[in-house]
């Protein structure tokens, strides 16, 4: 198969569809990989190592998706992308459709296949692929939300660990899935108090021993939130409904019971954000301010740490790739758990949960398959 990496053209966004290590693999196993030159700088890859690897170079995005049997990317593609996507590719990356109509209506008039890494499943119910990038996007929220509390940048100026004899930053996670965890451990061996809102009891249960009891768990509900944003120097959003548009849990009128200068971490944006005030910002403009309180809503803060992020996704999505490259879409008939992550295929949404989120009509993607 043809395999094309386009250089992501999303602001701020370095991450690469395909490391040299990856692209390697995906050679040896007789398949055409191009790279669009330049697409690992960002990353720490040179165009030399990708020519190593056996890559082809190629002088512009345009070549690269006119190639391609399938295109690998990290972020979802954008407008000027998405129109050179055809009927019969392959699109593999992370969509985050729900909250996203214009791009959702973009790959349905493409025609193309679109597999999104964040709805691919695995055996034990879990999102292998969304799971690296919510690892490294929990640790960034807890950096992300010290720098925030200090004065310069607009906080309340608050040292995030605390000196002896004053208290440190208390940090409220919303959710306790791997984003949740993340942050309430980065939190945690930082200095902060920690306190974690969850549903799942086995999940409490597992917080409370890894972290030795020393983060605080406690069964999330309407008063729970509210008692603890009263409470809180920081908040951090880790809700996700695989697919679906995140759920509003911090509403406008809440953040009036908050302390002026908190700051509010909404690592959920890419799928629509769990606060009722969040919209999306970039690295270059992270931060904005509604009712007294600093809202911090970078939509892909991975991106901030390019190398390790990109090394980590190959590791999860190298695998599923390859399938898909040398099975073409029969690999989602041989996978199921792969086939989770089919979005869009020949212009119909074969999601539930995003076509629910869009008021969309939702196919049975086996009904919608390509013959032959």
Known sequence: MRVGVPKEIKTNEHRVGLTPTAVREYVAHGHQVTVEAGAGLGAG?????????????????????????????????????????????????????????????????????????????????????????????????????????????????????GVPGVAPARVLVLGGGVVGMNSARMAMGLGAEVVVLERSIPRMREIDELTGGRVITRYSSIGAIEEELLKADVVIGAVLVPGAEAPKLIKREHLKQMKPGSVLVDVAIDQGGCFETSHATTHEDPTYVVDGVVHYCVANMPGAAPRTSSEALNNATLPFGLALADHGLNALKRDPHLARGLNVLKGQITYPAVAQALGLDWSDPFGVWPHG
């Not at 954008?78 to 392959?90: A, D, K, Y």
């Not at 909250?99 to 296949?113: I, V």
Request: glycine share 10%; hydrophobic share 45%.
């Open 45 to 161: 890859f040179t165009d030399e190592a990708y020519v190593k690897a056996g890559a082809r170079l190629s002088p512009d995005a345009a070549t690269v998706f006119a190639g391609a049997d399938m295109i690998v990317k990290v972020k979802e593609p954008q407008p000027t992308e998405w129109v050179r996507l055809r009927e019969g590719q392959i699109l593999f990356t992370y969509l985050h459709l729900a909250p996203d109509p214009e791009q959702t209506k973009g790959l349905m008039a493409s025609g193309c296949a679109a597999v999104a890494y964040e709805t691919v499943t695995d055996a034990r119910g879990g999102l292998p692929l969304l799971a690296p990038m919510s690892e490294v996007a929990g640790r960034i929220a807890v950096f992300s939300a010290a720098e925030t509390l200090l004065k310069h940048n607009g906080g309340m100026g608050l040292l995030f660990c």
